[in-house]
Nanobody, 115 residues
């Protein structure tokens, strides 16, 4: 059974940093790309970043240069380092593992950027 658990969210001031983690149970982690999404109140869930099995990365324009996605296959964990946070980054952040024709999601972690 595949289970994803995000952690690391919280309240931070504009310009601050947070690092999110997503721990994946099961044996699919090293075989799959991993993605981060976010959803703000009243908005659709949007893609934030992706990291391939080999470590190639890509980012949404809104976070490029500020966020960094990484993975540790030995720990079955994907990270999202978020720097220079803005008020508009406030959202629930989700990780996703697409594998075997299915999408596995975590429960999300709240990030609030406010002074």
């Amino acid at each position: 059974q595949v289970r994803l658990v995000e952690s690391g969210g919280g309240l931070v001031q504009p310009g601050g940093s947070l690092r999110l983690s997503c721990l994946v149970s099961g044996s699919l982690f090293s075989l799959a790309s991993m993605k981060w999404y976010r959803q703000s109140p009243g908005k659709q869930r949007e893609w934030v970043a992706v990291i391939s099995r080999s470590g190639s990365t890509d980012y949404a324009d809104s976070v490029k240069g500020r966020f960094t996605i990484s993975r540790d296959n030995a720990k079955n964990t994907v990270y999202l380092q978020m720097d220079s946070l803005k008020v508009e980054d406030t959202a629930v952040y989700y990780c996703k593992l697409p594998a075997l024709g299915l999408d596995y999601w975590g429960q999300g972690t709240q990030v609030t950027v406010s002074s």
